[in-house]
């Protein structure tokens, strides 16, 4: 589902939270970092999430996609050259980028989703990525996934 509404800005402490989650950080490291508790850092996602009109259960992949798309935050530059992708990899980097569900993934990257696991650890080698945020933060920079997100439809959620 995709939406109108315009995308809040963030404040300065949700753009470093956003920052350090774009950056790999898990919710405990950002918190033991800025000398936050973790639930405070869990409603600054919360917000920013609320923010870019994002799914209030998606990963943490699909959270740094919709941050990095709405431009509220440049991803890390890399030195690494930008991979040839055929087109089902293509459609798997997008579905990754987009979809929390492993159902919704396969379904949007046009996969069985028995093959998926299988798919995707081939996109991270042909990438180098090591998980699948640092493919979309990788993604990103490369220009591979320049789009606002076409919208994230959480398993189930919107059928």
């Not at 589902?1 to 950056?23: E, F, W, Y």
């Not at 259960?57 to 530059?77: D, I, W, Y």
């Not at 579905?95 to 919704?104: L, Q, T």
Request: proline share 8%; hydrophobic share 45%.
């Amino acid at each position: 589902m995709t939406t109108s509404a315009p995308i809040t800005p963030l404040n300065p402490a949700q753009h470093r939270v956003a920052q350090q989650l774009v950056d790999g950080l898990s919710t405990r490291e950002i918190a033991a970092r800025n000398g936050l508790s973790i639930e405070t850092i869990r409603e600054y996602v919360r917000v920013i999430r609320q923010s870019l009109h994002c799914p209030p259960r998606c990963k943490p992949q699909v959270l740094v996609h919709f941050v990095l798309a709405a431009e509220q935050v440049t991803p890390p530059a890399t030195e690494r050259p930008a991979p040839v992708l055929n087109e089902a990899q293509g459609l798997l980097l997008r579905a990754v980028a987009e979809h929390s569900a492993p159902r919704d993934v396969a379904l949007a990257a046009r996969i069985a989703p028995a093959d998926l696991r299988t798919a995707l650890g081939e996109l991270l080698d042909t990438t180098g990525a090591d998980t699948v945020t640092q493919l979309v933060v990788l993604a990103h920079w490369w220009g591979l996934l320049g789009a606002r997100p076409t919208g994230t439809v959480e398993s189930g959620a919107a059928r």
